[in-house]
């Protein structure tokens, strides 16, 4: 576990949520918050967000969801140590549990007891950098949680597709520019594709695509109206608060 000393307690989704995090590698922004939004679930179903870090997008969707059981799965054991604290913290533990496990390895994920076919809603921030187009940072941390190795996602999507009962739901965030990307790799197993393109500001080309697909479903792929983040004088839209700081679900959910 890292020290206080290496950490801060940061409030998010305006209060309602506090977490502990690192002070240097990855630090909670907006995508989580925004995939916590964008993913629709009911009271009674169970949740995995994949590579959840600290847990920000999990707790949030809890948060949003009573009567919902998340399972934060995480690779970095201090990242897991953190999110069970943050779960504690939040008094979201008695419905939000944390597992030290990696999200590409299935026969690993088994034997901690998933079983396919058996989960309502997969969330999941995969990293998204290539290191061959991008700058990555020297933190190790940081790297890991933002660096993408090659065939990276076809793996976290096989991962979720294994453990979704048929129609059930992913929703992923991804680099707007690398949507086909994942509308090729969702294609053989999901359908019923839902796009939300997040724009920094209106008129400027998206930055981020929020992604949301049903387990062996077969309908058209469907986009909806952008979310602009910031308007002309530099502050946040309304639109863009009522989902970030008030706990607004996105229209992109379909629950």
């Known amino acids: 576990m890292v020290t206080d000393s290496e950490t801060s307690e940061d409030a998010i989704l305006g ?10 590698g990855h630090r909670v922004g907006h995508d989580a918050i925004l995939l916590a939004a964008a993913t629709g679930a009911r009271a009674g179903e169970q949740a995995v967000e994949l590579g959840s870090g600290v847990g920000a997008a999990g707790l949030a969707l809890a948060a949003r ?6 399972t934060l799965v ?16 939040n008094r979201l533990d008695d419905r939000v549990n944390v597992r030290a496990l990696d999200a590409e390895n299935l026969d690993t994920l ?8 058996t989960i309502d809603r997969v969330l999941m921030n995969p990293p998204f950098r290539d ?3 991008q700058n990555v940072s020297p933190d190790p941390r940081r790297r890991l949680a933002h660096v993408g190795t ?6 976290w999507i096989a991962t979720a597709a294994w453990l979704l009962k048929p129609r059930g739901i992913l929703t992923l965030i991804w680099r707007a520019d690398g949507l086909d990307e994942v509308v090729d790799a969702l ?11 997040v724009l920094p500001r209106e008129g400027a080309p998206p930055i981020r695509v929020l992604v949301r697909a049903a387990k062996a479903a077969s309908g058209p792929q469907v986009t909806h109206p952008a979310l602009v983040l910031n308007g002309d004088d530099g502050q946040p839209t309304a639109a ?3 989902v970030l700081r008030e706990g607004k679900t996105l229209n992109i959910t379909g629950a």
């Open 110 to 117: 088994e034997a901690a007891g998933f079983s396919a076919d």
């Open 131 to 133: 290191p061959q187009h």
């Open 187 to 197: 294609r053989p197993v999901f359908g019923d594709i839902a796009v939300l393109p």
């Open 65 to 70: 969801v009573p009567g919902l059981k998340v």
């Open 15 to 24: 209060g309602r949520l506090r977490v502990r995090q690192p002070l240097r």
């Open 150 to 155: 090659p065939g990276l996602l076809g793996r």
């Open 74 to 89: 995480e690779i970095d054991a201090i990242l897991c140590a953190l999110a069970g604290h943050n779960a504690r913290l």
């Open 240 to 242: 863009a608060e009522a």
